[in-house]
């Protein structure tokens, strides 16, 4: 078994593995279990291995997009944007922005990550119609018809979106050979 980009026990602690009772048909092929209060839990090996995946996708473009409508994940997404050079969209996303050139803040991303396909509908729906691949967070709730790449996990946690979106921007500065500093409490990831 190929050994981990970072130990269990940390994915573990931040509880990235953690579903819910919903359950979509997208997201069955993810669940590694269903504890007997019917709570899903994902399996942490695929996780990793998209992580780093989507840490590849990334590290060789240079216009990305991630998007979150969520609270959750607004600390951890500027983060990643700030340290990986990609712009980001907190909170609602203008309809328009990928699609309408004459839109003053109009953005013709090359790869566009979004933190949960239900709430950021609008950003899917603009990228697919652009032909813009996209990098997906999902929860065992969610559809993800239109995802290229889907990151099965707890994306409704802070402590989980702070620890993967760390993990991400480690291997694209990795990847593009540069210096990687921060820490996962930069990421508003707290003990």
Not at 13 to 25: D, E, L, N, P, W
Not at 45 to 66: E, F, P, T, W, Y
Not at 163 to 176: D, G, H, Q, S
Request: hydrophobic fraction near 45%; charge should be positive; glycine fraction near 6%.
């Amino acid at each position: 078994m190929k050994n981990l980009l970072i130990p269990r026990e940390k994915y573990l602690s931040a509880g990235v593995h953690i579903g819910m009772t919903s359950k979509t048909a997208d997201m069955k092929r993810f669940i590694y279990k269903i504890r007997p209060n019917g709570l899903a839990v994902l399996n942490v090996g695929i996780l990793d291995r998209r992580i780093d995946l989507a840490a590849s996708m990334i590290a060789g473009r240079k216009n990305v997009l991630i998007a979150s409508k969520k609270d959750n994940a607004n600390e951890a997404v500027a983060k990643f944007a700030e340290l990986t050079g990609s712009r980001a969209v907190i909170g609602r996303f203008m309809p328009g922005s990928l699609t309408n050139p004459t839109y003053r803040d109009f953005f013709e991303p090359e790869l566009v990550i979004v933190t949960d396909p239900f709430n950021d509908k609008q950003v899917i729906k603009e990228a697919v119609q652009m032909r813009i691949p996209i990098i997906g967070f999902a929860g065992t709730y969610n559809e993800t018809s239109f995802i290229d790449l889907v990151l099965p996990c707890n994306n409704k946690g802070k402590k989980s979106m702070a620890l993967i979106l760390w993990l991400m921007a480690r291997l694209v500065a990795e990847k593009r050979g540069q210096q990687f500093d921060a820490k996962p409490e930069d990421f508003g990831y707290a003990e």
